[in-house]
């Protein structure tokens, strides 16, 4: 088991380029890759699984010691990123299906990474789980009528169809996840410390069988995608940064809600765009997987380099 545990932490670790290696490889060679694009669905519902297994009563124990905090978190998230991601659409008159793909990303809730890279910026843990575990709880019913609410300009949105998706690939197995760390608290524990491998194992999985798909569409198109990920993205963060600030939160919080605003559960973008849409329109959430791993690793560092000025007075004084 500490074999495993010590293969875990490695992967998680370097999870990004995994990322970037298994995605440049699917590009290159797509026909051995395109197979997996049909098992995207189950794999993500793994991810959720060991999500699910990690969580405990506590986590949601901030949600009630400062409600209004996690309430602008996720606020934020659903208003900021969906926002943004309708403006570049329109702004940059995207072709449809990445209109779509953007749209789709944006209405997604925080990603499974943010947690850590909250912890790697001296951020406020502890908020960001929160924030997390909440627009996660909250996006089957928010994220569809999001992308009812922007996309259908482009595209018919079935806001039944998408509910049950989003049920079916999230909520079940974080459900089933939480249940049997519940009541099998031993074997679950020493299955959470394989997790991190066999998530990064299905998140890499996933980003593989997308590229695969839409190799030829990338060629055509996925500088532009690229350029319009990363825009989505780094905007997420500043708007994230500056609205905690607005509302008065520390530094430490600022920290969280900036990743918890500016990072995408991007494979469920994957899932949604695979069942209910196009192949191009889930490249954007592929992009997005693997980009934003490595602007929120720049960021954690970035923002572990910090600190509040009264922190700073502090150790002048210690000092």
């Not at 209004?68 to 943004?84: D, N, R, S, Y």
């Not at 499974?112 to 929160?130: H, I």
């Not at 020493?190 to 980003?207: C, F, H």
């Not at 954690?300 to 600190?307: C, L, N, R, T």
Request: charged share 10%; aromatic share 10%; with cysteine.
């Amino acid at each position: 088991m500490k074999v495993i545990e010590k293969v875990s932490g490695f992967a998680g670790k370097t999870f990004t380029f995994w990322v970037i290696i298994v995605a440049v490889l699917a590009y290159m060679f797509p026909g051995s890759f395109k197979w997996i694009g049909g098992y995207v669905v189950p794999l993500l519902g793994i991810v959720m699984f060991g999500m699910g297994l990690t969580l405990s009563a506590s986590d949601f124990k901030e949600v009630f010691r400062r409600p209004k905090e996690v309430a602008l978190g996720v606020a934020g998230h659903f208003i900021i990123m969906p926002v943004l991601a309708f403006l570049l659409a329109v702004g940059l008159h995207l072709p449809k299906e990445v209109a779509v793909g953007v749209i789709l990303v944006g209405c997604c809730p925080s990603g499974t990474s943010s947690n850590v890279m909250v912890f790697l910026g001296k951020g406020n843990v502890a908020l960001a789980v929160s924030i997390a575990s909440v627009s996660t709880i909250l996006a089957p019913i928010l994220t569809p009528l999001l992308i009812l609410l922007l996309a259908s300009k482009w595209v018919h949105v079935s806001v039944g169809s998408l509910f049950l998706s989003i049920v079916q690939v999230i909520i079940v197995p974080l459900c089933l996840g939480f249940i049997i760390k519940k009541f099998f608290g031993r074997q679950a524990q020493a299955g959470t410390k394989a997790m991190p491998l066999v998530s990064v194992i299905a998140i890499v999985m996933i980003v593989s069988g997308v590229v695969a798909g839409s190799q030829a569409q990338i060629a055509k198109t996925g500088l532009l995608i690229f350029a319009v990920v990363v825009l989505h993205n780094v905007l997420g963060y500043c708007l994230g940064f500056f609205f905690s600030r607005l509302c008065g939160m520390d530094l430490a919080k600022q920290k969280a809600v900036a990743m918890e605003v500016g990072m995408q559960n991007s494979g469920l973008g994957v899932a949604i765009a695979s069942a209910s849409f196009s192949p191009l329109a889930a490249v954007p959430s592929a992009i997005f997987s693997v980009w934003h791993n490595i602007s929120g690793s720049i960021l954690a560092f970035i923002f572990s380099k910090m600190e509040d000025k009264k922190t700073e007075e502090v150790k002048k004084i210690a000092g």
